[in-house]
């Protein structure tokens, strides 16, 4: 549509003259421009129209400004606030009738997505809003989170349907989404988060976490990776981390087998893996650290005290999670990562 409306205010601005004469009647023309009161066609001297000059760029022909009031646009922007149309397609329509153009034919009504699928998953993530000021913020800072949540791959939608079994009713609860991409930075897939919408907690669900799409391979990117990247599991987990360390990149695999599996960017040369303390985040971190040599990646663990980092979040705060943290990357990080006091002596503050 945008290509279209471009065209249509190039062929406007051919006819600029004729234009100004049908949509600003009360103005007349003074040399090379159209001159009226307002884009409404009041009378009177503020408005100009260029009337002549090239298809494009400065002095384009069908450019607009209002002295009084600073607008300017090009002549289907005019036609949209003189018809007081609230639609683009609608401001389109008046144009093709005004250059006596016939309509474009409807495109060809397209396949629902199906259900489970990365274009499903695109979909419903595309439906979602930005997290801050929303319940999934609220859901976030009660489990210590501070860091900013307006990463592109977080949003919320407050209506987001859940079945707890094949048979069982559809229901619909307010969802944290959180967006998997792989390094190209498409989506394909989402993980749901449901919530309750009385407390900042999970809602009261079986399973209130699921995921839509493909995982395999790919994450939650908080951060764009170049040479050094965290990679856990958990989105809490690592957005727990994102709250002492903000400018290490991040990923979150979302579970411990697909954090295994994670593909790693070209150009990395440092992998911190931020573990879980249980069975399976050991297992996680020993098979990256198979892959990471063979790829020329240097892999270094990240421990937490607890379960899992969210937790040292919770129970240590925000300086003790810092401080423990600090020992346990590498010396020409520290700098690039710590703040100040602490990169220049890690231990010491531990």
């Known amino acids: 549509m945008i290509s279209q409306a471009g065209d249509l205010a190039r062929r406007l601005a051919r006819e600029a003259a004729a234009v100004c004469r049908h949509y600003l009647s009360h103005g007349q023309r003074q040399g090379r421009y159209w001159i009226a009161g307002d884009v409404m066609n009041t009378p009177g001297r503020s408005l100009y129209v260029r009337l002549h000059g090239p298809d494009c760029g400065p002095g384009a022909a069908g450019k607009w400004t209002d002295a009084a009031t600073g607008e300017h646009g090009d002549l289907l922007d005019l036609i949209t606030r003189n018809r007081d149309l609230s639609r683009l ?101 989402i993980q749901r988060t449901w919530l309750d919408p009385r407390r900042p907690a999970k809602a009261p669900l079986a399973d209130p976490r699921r995921a839509l799409g493909h995982l395999l391979g790919n994450g939650v990117r908080l951060g764009i990776a170049t040479d050094i990247l965290a990679a856990g599991e958990g989105l809490e987990t690592m957005l727990a981390l994102k709250s002492v360390l903000p400018r290490l990149p991040m990923i979150a695999g979302l579970s411990a087998s697909h954090l295994a599996a994670l593909v790693l960017p070209p150009t990395l040369r440092r992998l911190y893996i931020a573990r879980d303390n249980d069975a399976a985040g050991r297992k996680a971190a020993d ?30 705060g925000a300086p003790g999670l810092l401080a423990h943290l600090a020992g346990q990357l590498v010396p020409c990080d520290r700098g690039r990562f710590l703040p100040s006091e602490l990169a220049a002596d890690p231990i010491r503050s531990a």
């Open 287 to 316: 098979r990256l650290h198979e892959r990471g040599p063979a790829a020329g990646i240097e892999t270094c663990d990240l421990v937490p005290v607890y379960e899992d980092f969210n937790v040292d979040l919770c129970r240590l």
């Open 89 to 189: 397609g609608d401001a389109m329509d008046e144009a093709r009738s005004f250059l006596a153009l016939p309509r474009p034919p409807e495109p060809a009504a397209r396949e629902p997505a199906r259900f489970g699928s990365p274009e499903a998953a695109r979909n419903l993530f595309r439906a979602g809003r930005p997290v801050p000021g929303t319940l999934a913020e609220a859901y976030l800072r009660a489990r210590g989170i501070t860091a900013p949540l307006g990463w592109p791959a977080l949003r919320y939608h407050p209506s987001v349907y859940y079945r707890a079994a094949e048979n069982a009713p559809l229901e619909t609860w307010p969802a944290l989404l959180a967006a998997v991409t792989d390094l190209d930075g498409r989506i394909t897939g």
